[in-house]
Structure formats: C-alpha cells, structure tokens
C-alpha cells in the first residue's frame, strides 16, 4: 500500500493511527453532491500495523462499536468483562462488567482500516516521515517530507528528489501541498508551531510496557494497580493479550516522573510482582493528558489524536477519542474546503471543538481539574478503601463503590470533586 504521492492533493492527513484513520475513512465515505471527487492522501512514517502498537489496546465497546459499525471479530484479541483493582499493599477487589470491553489487536485494526480507507481512493503512502509544513497561502499548505530507505515507488517523479551525496543517508525527499490538513501524528510532532493552534505537548506523561509470558490471570480482566510503590501520580497494569501473553505496563504522573523514571518502575514492578516471568519485548511511548483548551483549528490546519490532547486525563486512554476527534475533525474539514475566508472558517473551527466538547471535551477538562488532587491520595487512603470494599459481597463490589470508598477516605479530594460537578 504505497501509492505514489502526487504534488496536489485536497486533503493531507499525517499519521495512520487511530485519528488519522478514522479521519481518511470519514473523508473518502462521506457523500459529495455534486463535486468532483475529493484528492486524499493518508501518510505514515511506518506501516501503522508494525508489532507491537505502543498501546495496552483496551477499549469502551460501545464506544468502538458507534465509530466502527464493522467492528470485526479478527481484531479483537477477547473481552473485557470486569476490571480487578489493586490497592498498594496488594489488596485486590473485583469489578464485573460484562461484555464492557475489549481488547483488540491494534495492529490488525489497524491494517484492515487502512485497507478500507484505500479501496475508498485514499491514497496510502507509509514511508514517508513530513519533516515541515508551511502556513496556508494562497489556499494550499506545503508539507515537505522524507521517504525511508528502500520503499518502494514512494513518489511520483515530479515532486521528489534522490538526494544521495557522501555525507547523507541515502533518502528521497519531496512535496506536496494540499488544502486542508488534519494532523494525526501523535504527541509533540509540533506542525503549526507559532500559530494558534493546540501542540499536543500538554501534560505529557511517560509510559512503558513489556509483553511477557509467565503469570497467571484471567483472561478476561484488566488488572490496574495503584500507589505510589507501583506508579507514582499514574498506575500499572495488566491487561491480557491472550493466556499466554499480557501487556504489562505503567504511566507515571509528570510530576513524578523525574524521581520515579518510567522504565526502572516498570522494571521493579515486573520483579516483585511477577518475579521469574519472561520479557519478551519492552516498549515506551508518551502520553499527551489534560485538558489545554487551545484552539484545535486554524487556517485549514485540523488537530485530533493525541497531536490534539485528547486523551482521557485519568485512565489515560485514547483509542476512542482519538478515533473521534480524526472523525470529527474530517467532517469540519469537509465544510471549510471550499470557504475562502479565514473568519468565516472560524465557526466551523468551534463547531468541531464544540461537538468534542461535548462528546469527551467537557468531561476531560473536569477531571483534569481534579487530577493532581486524584494523584496525591495516599497509599494508605487506597488502602482502606480497597478493604472496605473487599469485605463485602462479589456482587456488591462495584467500580461506584470504589470511588465512592477511596474519596471518603480522601476528604481533600472530595472538596475539590465539588468544583468539578458544579461548575460548567
Ligand atoms: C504504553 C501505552 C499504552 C496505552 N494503552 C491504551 C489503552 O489500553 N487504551 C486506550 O484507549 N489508549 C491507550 N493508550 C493511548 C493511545 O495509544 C493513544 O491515545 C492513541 O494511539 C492515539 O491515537 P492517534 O492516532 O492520535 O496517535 P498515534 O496512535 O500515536 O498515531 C500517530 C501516527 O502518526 C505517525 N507519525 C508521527 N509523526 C509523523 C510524521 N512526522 N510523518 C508521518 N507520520 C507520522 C506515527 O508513526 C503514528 O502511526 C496508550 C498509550 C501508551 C503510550
């Protein structure tokens, strides 16, 4: 799936996550009456279904299920149908929810979107990193890229240049310019640096994971573990990918992450928790959490993913959201194609925020409030609340109990909870 890239195109989207994605498939599904075709172009620096994806690849399946009516069954790796949480002092209670998730195989997904998006006419290129992308003029953005060694027919002649001199890597670079952008590429790319327009660099919080073999759970739960001996400010998991194989992980909080880095936590964690296992791969990626409020638009330059901040500020997920913000932001791009004033864009700009407001926004920047105050509830406060809740019946040992237990050991918490349901 490497198409030759053209020097136009009406639509560039940078990165084939689960934003860009979703961004290609709305763009190329969507009707367009009475217009010509839409030129699209889908760009990765790597095939996006390379193993393993830097996820725990757990997701709401209701959620997934409303963005992608075809969710199909190969993807998913099991369900989800409870979570075990795990206070500091190893205290487990178990929630059952089931049918609530699942666990799917990303990079499949992953593959199979990108298939659909390119029967649609989307053109696919995944070896081509953007290095650099201009501010709009006279209605078109210039993106200037490179092409990994080796690829295959990666752009047409016209646009591209061998650069193969004694100092360099031998390596193609072009360009392309096109109306509208919508940038998927995951945290801290940093296209539109200097113009009004969200980063993705907020609130960035490291996380690692190994896959590994050796302990024992069941299938079908998600283990999170909470405290500070785990993961100072985040938590550590264990998610399932089959009975063999378990994602196990953890993202510690930004203000921690300096004194507890991210790699030896995991590390220490894998030993005392699951001593003698064996690591079979040991990954880390960035999270980009909060809530900044920035403009997520400007001059046909669209946001969504996790270039947009959009994940979720506590569990830290961002399959969903990201799908919906690429979703969201291919549907504003669509309408200001073709609007040639900057103001008149504007509305549809804060339509796209108002509708991702509404859909995860709002809620998002809420919980973002209360996040430090979630960050510093004591071991001990996890405790107590992990054996309230222990004692009492299977069936009674609900997600609300859990909450409601852990806040009424942490009256601080509690008191800053109230601004965050009765303000706006
Ligand atoms: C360790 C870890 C575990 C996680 N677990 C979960 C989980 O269980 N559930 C959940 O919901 N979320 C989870 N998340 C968060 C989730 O992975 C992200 O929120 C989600 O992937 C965001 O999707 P995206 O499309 O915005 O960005 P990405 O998935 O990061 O995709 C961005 C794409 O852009 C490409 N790219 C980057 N720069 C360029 C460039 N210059 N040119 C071309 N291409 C470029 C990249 O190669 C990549 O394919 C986890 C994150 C981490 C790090």
Redesign the pocket.
């Known amino acids: 799936m490497t198409d030759p890239l053209l020097p136009e195109y009406d639509f560039l989207v940078?990165?084939?996550?689960?934003?860009?994605l979703l961004a290609a498939l709305t763009l190329s599904g969507a009707p367009h009456p009475g217009k010509p075709t839409q030129r699209i172009a889908l760009?990765?620096?790597?095939d996006?279904w390379r193993e393993p994806v830097?996820?725990?690849?757990?997701?709401h399946r209701h959620r997934l299920e409303s963005l992608i009516p075809k969710v199909e069954p190969e993807w998913i790796r099991g369900p989800v149908d409870g979570a075990m949480f795990i206070a500091p002092d190893g205290t487990p209670v178990s929630f059952s929810t089931p049918a609530s998730g699942y666990l799917i195989d990303r990079a499949l997904m992953h593959r199979r979107l990108a298939e659909q998006a390119h029967a649609q006419g989307v053109q696919c290129n995944f070896r081509?990193?953007?290095?650099s992308l201009s501010r709009l003029v006279n209605g078109f953005r210039t993106a200037v890229?490179e092409v990994a060694q080796g690829s295959a027919n990666p752009a047409s002649a016209s646009n591209a240049a061998r650069v193969e001199n004694a100092s360099s890597i031998d390596k193609t670079i072009g360009s392309l310019r096109a109306k509208v952008v919508i940038d998927?590429?995951?945290?801290g790319?940093g296209f539109g640096v200097g113009e009004d327009i969200t980063q993705g660099n907020f609130d960035v919080e490291p996380?690692?994971?190994a896959l590994v073999k050796g302990p024992k759970y069941p299938v079908n739960y998600i283990q999170m573990f909470f405290g500070t001996n785990y993961a100072p400010g985040g938590y550590a998991w264990l998610?399932p990918r089959d009975e063999h194989v378990a994602n196990v992980?953890l993202?510690v909080g930004r203000d921690y992450a300096q004194e507890a880095p991210a790699r030896q936590a995991l590390k220490t964690f894998l030993e005392t928790t699951y001593p003698g296992s064996e690591i079979l791969t040991f990954q880390?990626?960035?999270?980009p959490c909060g809530y900044p409020d920035a403009p997520l638009a400007v001059d046909n330059l669209y946001k969504?993913?996790?270039?947009a901040n959009?994940?979720h500020p506590l569990s830290?997920?961002?399959?969903?959201?990201?799908m919906t913000g690429?979703k969201y932001a291919a549907l504003a791009g669509l309408k200001t194609i073709d609007i040639g004033s900057e103001l008149e864009r504007r509305l549809v700009y804060s339509e796209y925020k108002h509708d991702w407001d509404l859909a995860y926004g709002r809620s998002h920047r809420r919980l973002a409030r209360i996040k430090k105050a979630f960050m510093r509830i004591s071991d001990a406060s996890f405790n107590r609340a992990a054996h309230a809740v222990a004692k009492l019946p299977a069936e009674k040992q609900t997600i609300a109990r859990i909450v409601f237990a852990t806040l009424w050991q942490s009256p601080l918490l509690l008191w800053k909870m109230r601004s965050v349901f009765w303000t706006k």
């Open positions: 940078i990165g084939a996550g689960p934003a860009g760009v990765d620096k790597r996006p830097p996820c725990a690849e757990a997701v081509v990193r953007v290095t890229y998927c590429s995951g945290p790319m996380a690692v994971f998610f992980g993202v880390g990626g960035a999270i969504a993913g996790d270039a959009m994940v830290r997920a961002g399959i969903t959201e990201a690429g």
